[in-house]
Every structure is written in structure tokens, then in C-alpha cells.
């Protein structure tokens, strides 16, 4: 039986709709005990080798193999109601488990549902698809969106959230409030910020993240909360969002305190062509925090097209891309420019891609990436 082949990402759809499956997606294992009721499991990987120019200690290039993540995915149904997920992950140069995903789902009607629990919170399309859904080189545009790299448990949070979606699935909103207490874990501000930028402060307030975002899809729906960055051919797609975060006291060193804020518009095209699907996504980001840390405050935006072959080639289907992004801070300007080719063996199940980045940071010298990665879930 056909199912979502992230196991997290099938439960984000009872959220919205029924448990409808995607063309690209392949089972977990799932057991089913009675009506609506059921487990299932699954787990995915990403790993890589790279060739970073100038990053080795003796001023020469980097050659590495790395395991860039690991997750166990579990999702479960007590009846039509009451859902929950699990989800861990194991990131970066870090052996040791996250918990990123433990949340209830309460399902009051179709269209309309209360989670609890640590997710992802309602943000940009580039935080809500991720690393595994993209239609890039399996990694977010961490230039640019800057909460999915820095904030949270992997771009996740502590809080609850209101999900829906009216107009028969083509609107999709959701709001929720959320703890919000390591906005900047991986900012790079060091000791500055302490852990997560909320620094020992005695000005500082305990203030909760008020997130939201509202999406309309005008040619076919994208019914869902956890998103997708590309639909590899198999839709025709015209989406525009808006998202937003404010949190008082969000921003705080030791010498002072001020408010974080963020908001994004972003863009999916896709449209299906008689050889393949041509694909345009966009996004602008604009972030504040009150002059608080100015390496983190200022404009982004990002730019990404690709094209998938309906064609296979051996296993799978070629698809090339190009991305672009900026973000143009108080501190300094950094680009990135992504050329690559994905390898789609079973969509977001089995691939491999490759590509050459070119990095472009104020005040330092320019960067040549060459990054080979696979994916795998089950």
C-alpha cells in the first residue's frame, strides 16, 4: 500500500486533509490495529563528500565524507481525532540524537486542527519543506532562511498551533505561539548571544513567539502543513505565501535586550511540459532585531529553477538546477550561487546529486564548493 515516504510528513497531512498519498512518495511501515488506528515507522539519511577550496588548516582545499543527517521517523492514530509523531535526528558533526518532532495532533474537523508539541512552526517555504523535500542539492537555503539554520531544534519550537485550510484547499493558514528560546543557536555570535542569543540580561522579558502563515494555491492544491520545495513533474503548481515571527525580547546580549521579528513572501511555479517540468521558486526575507545583533538583521532573498526530464536515464530522471541567494546584513553581504544536477531515483526516496557553489562573503575571500550528496528514506 502506497503512502507518504516521510512518515512525519503523512501525519502533517491528516492535519489538513485525508491521508491522501503523493506520486513521489513510497511506504513506511505501518501497522494497522482497527479503524484509524495504526503505527508507522520509517527513518531517512543524507550523507555527502565535499571539496571546500582554502578550509583545510594548512590554507589548502578540504576533502570529506560526511553523514549530514539521520532520522527515525514514528507516527501513530488512536482514531480520526487524535494523531502524534515522533521524529529524531542526528545532524552535522554531532553523533548524539535531537528529539526535532513530538507532537499531538487533534483533528476537529477536515479542515481544521490543533497541534501541541515540539514542530516546526508556521514560517517560510524553505523552512516548512527542508532539507528533504528541496529541489536543490537536499539542503535548505540556509543563506537565506535564516531561522530554519539558526533557530530552534532544527528550525523547530516548543508551542502550539492552529492549522487549516478553507476555499476547498486552496487556502491554507495557520498561527500558533511558541517558546522560542534558541532563535540563535547557530548564528555564529558566540559568547555574544550565550545559548540560543538570550544572553543572562536582567531587562530581558520571558515573552512567547507569535508565528502565522497564510498560503493560496491557484492552480493545484498543496493540501498539507509540512510543505514540499518541488513536486518533481508531477503537478502543475502556482502557490503564493506570506509568513511571519515576533517575538518581544527575542534579541538580547548582555549589554541589550530588543525585540526579533521576521517576515517572508515566497512564490512556487511548476508547470508540466511535453518533455518534463519547468519549476521557479522565490522568496524575500526581511529580519530585525532592533539593532540588537546586525550579523542577523537586514534583507534576503533567493532565486531557484530547475528542470526534470520525464525521460529516465538508467534508474531515475535527470533534473538541473540554479539557485541564487543573498542576504544583505547590517554586519556584511553574503551570496551563494548553486549550479547542480539532481539524480531522482524513486523521487524524495533515492538520489543523488551534485554541485559547485560559488560563495561570496564581505570581507573574505570568495569560496569554490563541490559537494556530492545521496538521499535515502524508507
Not at 538520489?351 to 564548493?369: H, K, N, P
Amino acid at each position: 500500500m502506497k503512502k507518504m515516504n516521510k512518515v512525519a510528513y503523512l501525519v502533517a497531512l491528516a492535519s489538513t486533509t485525508t491521508l491522501a498519498p503523493m506520486a513521489t512518495s513510497q511506504a513506511a511501515g505501518t501497522i494497522t490495529f482497527g479503524e484509524d488506528q495504526y503505527i508507522s515507522v520509517g527513518f531517512g539519511l543524507r550523507g555527502s563528500y565535499s571539496n571546500i577550496e582554502d578550509a583545510a588548516s594548512d590554507g589548502g582545499n578540504t576533502n570529506d565524507f560526511e553523514l549530514d543527517s539521520a532520522r527515525l521517523y514514528v507516527s501513530g492514530s488512536l482514531n480520526k481525532y487524535i494523531k502524534g509523531m515522533f521524529n529524531s535526528e542526528k545532524s552535522g558533526g554531532n553523533d548524539s540524537f535531537q528529539i526535532i518532532d513530538a507532537a499531538g495532533i487533534f483533528q476537529f474537523t477536515p479542515d481544521m486542527a490543533l497541534w501541541a508539541g515540539r514542530f516546526l512552526s508556521p514560517s517560510s517555504r524553505a523552512n516548512m519543506a527542508g532539507p528533504y523535500y528541496t529541489s536543490g542539492d537536499g539542503y535548505w537555503a540556509n543563506i537565506t532562511a535564516r531561522y530554519g539554520w539558526n533557530g530552534g531544534t532544527i528550525g523547530r519550537d516548543d508551542g502550539v498551533a492552529l492549522v487549516a485550510t478553507a476555499f476547498d484547499q486552496r487556502l491554507a493558514y495557520s498561527f500558533g505561539l511558541f517558546e522560542a528560546d534558541k532563535i540563535f543557536e547557530f548564528s555564529g555570535l558566540g559568547n555574544e548571544a550565550g545559548r540560543g542569543g538570550n544572553a543572562t540580561n536582567p531587562n530581558q522579558d520571558d515573552d512567547l513567539m507569535y508565528a502565522g502563515r497564510l498560503q493560496y494555491s491557484f492552480w493545484d492544491k498543496e493540501p498539507g502543513y509540512y510543505g514540499t520545495g518541488n513536486y518533481l513533474g508531477t503537478k502543475d503548481i502556482f502557490t503564493i505565501g506570506v509568513a511571519g515571527r515576533h517575538k518581544g525580547d527575542g534579541a538580547a546580549s548582555t549589554t541589550a535586550v530588543g525585540d526579533y521579528s521576521q517576515w517572508t513572501v515566497d512564490l512556487l511555479v511548476e508547470k508540466k511540459l511535453a518533455a518534463g517540468a519547468v519549476s521557479l521558486e522565490a522568496a524575500y526575507f526581511d529580519y530585525d532585531t532592533d539593532d540588537v545583533f546586525l550579523s542577523e538583521q537586514g534583507e534576503a532573498y533567493y532565486v531557484s529553477t530547475g528542470y526534470i526530464f520525464n525521460q529516465k536515464v538508467g534508474w531515475g530522471q535527470f533534473m538541473p538546477f540554479v539557485r541564487y541567494q543573498s542576504f544583505d546584513s547590517d554586519a556584511g553581504e553574503t551570496e551563494r550561487t548553486d549550479f547542480g544536477v539532481n539524480y531522482f531515483i524513486d523521487g524524495y526516496n533515492a538520489s543523488v546529486t551534485a554541485v559547485y557553489r560559488d560563495l561570496e562573503r564581505e570581507g573574505l575571500a570568495d569560496q569554490d564548493q563541490f559537494v556530492v550528496s545521496m538521499q535515502l528514506q524508507f
